[in-house]
C-alpha cells in the first residue's frame, strides 16, 4: 500500500485533470451568451474548434484512467469503490460519443438554425460531465480521504 502523500498526488493530478476539462466546457458554454453570436457563422467555427478541444482533453483523460491511473490506485487502496469505479469507466466511451455527436451536430449545422437546440445538448453532456466527475471525485474521497471531510473510509 503506498502511503498518503503519495496517493495525495493521484488526487491533485486529477483535480489539475478536472479544471482543465471544466475550463474547456465553460468556453463552450459560454459561446451562446449571447444571442446574435449564438447565429453567426463565427460562433459556429468556434464551437467546433472548442468542442474538439474539449473532446482531446477528455479523451487523454480517460485514456489515462484506462491505462491505470488515479482510478486504479484508488481501487487498490479501497477495493470497496471497486462497483462504482465501473460504473465510471464504462461511462467513458458513452461520453465521448455523446460529444462527437455534439461535434457532428455543429459542422452540420447551418447559420440560420435556431441554436437553441444545440444548445441544449451542449448543457445536457456538461450535466452528464459534471456527474461523472462526482463520481470520480467520490471514488477519491472514499479511497484516499479528500474534501470536506478529510476522515478515510479505507485506513
Given at each position: 500500500?503506498?502511503?498518503?502523500?503519495?496517493?495525495?498526488?493521484?488526487?491533485?493530478?486529477?483535480?489539475?485533470?478536472?479544471?482543465?476539462?471544466?475550463?474547456?466546457?465553460?468556453?463552450?458554454?459560454?459561446?451562446?451568451?449571447?444571442?446574435?453570436?449564438?447565429?453567426?457563422?463565427?460562433?459556429?467555427?468556434?464551437?467546433?474548434?472548442?468542442?474538439?478541444?474539449?473532446?482531446?482533453?477528455?479523451?487523454?483523460?480517460?485514456?489515462?484512467?484506462?491505462?491505470?491511473?488515479?482510478?486504479?490506485?484508488?481501487?487498490?487502496?479501497?477495493?470497496s469503490v471497486s462497483q462504482a469505479a465501473t460504473t465510471l469507466e464504462g461511462q467513458h466511451s458513452l461520453l465521448l460519443a455523446h460529444l462527437d455527436r455534439?461535434?457532428?451536430?455543429?459542422?452540420?449545422?447551418?447559420?440560420?438554425?435556431?441554436?437553441?437546440?444545440?444548445?441544449?445538448?451542449?448543457?445536457?453532456?456538461?450535466?452528464?460531465?459534471?456527474?461523472?466527475?462526482?463520481?470520480?471525485?467520490?471514488?477519491?474521497?472514499?479511497?484516499?480521504?479528500?474534501?470536506?471531510?478529510?476522515?478515510?473510509?479505507?485506513?
Amino acid at each position: 500500500m503506498r502511503d498518503l502523500s503519495e496517493c495525495q498526488t493521484y488526487v491533485m493530478h486529477m483535480r489539475l485533470e478536472h479544471r482543465h476539462i471544466n475550463e474547456a466546457v465553460h468556453d463552450v458554454v459560454s459561446l451562446f451568451s449571447t444571442e446574435t453570436a449564438a447565429n453567426s457563422k463565427e460562433l459556429v467555427e468556434q464551437l467546433a474548434q472548442k468542442l474538439r478541444v474539449l473532446r482531446a482533453e477528455l479523451a487523454k483523460h480517460f485514456a489515462e484512467e484506462d491505462a491505470g491511473g488515479c482510478i486504479e490506485e484508488a481501487i487498490s487502496h479501497c477495493p470497496s469503490v471497486s462497483q462504482a469505479a465501473t460504473t465510471l469507466e464504462g461511462q467513458h466511451s458513452l461520453l465521448l460519443a455523446h460529444l462527437d455527436r455534439l461535434i457532428e451536430q455543429t459542422r452540420k449545422r447551418t447559420i440560420d438554425e435556431d441554436p437553441s437546440q444545440l444548445q441544449v445538448n451542449i448543457n445536457d453532456f456538461a450535466k452528464q460531465l459534471n456527474a461523472h466527475e462526482s463520481l470520480e471525485n467520490q471514488i477519491m474521497q472514499d479511497a484516499f480521504g479528500t474534501g470536506v471531510d478529510e476522515t478515510n473510509s479505507c485506513s
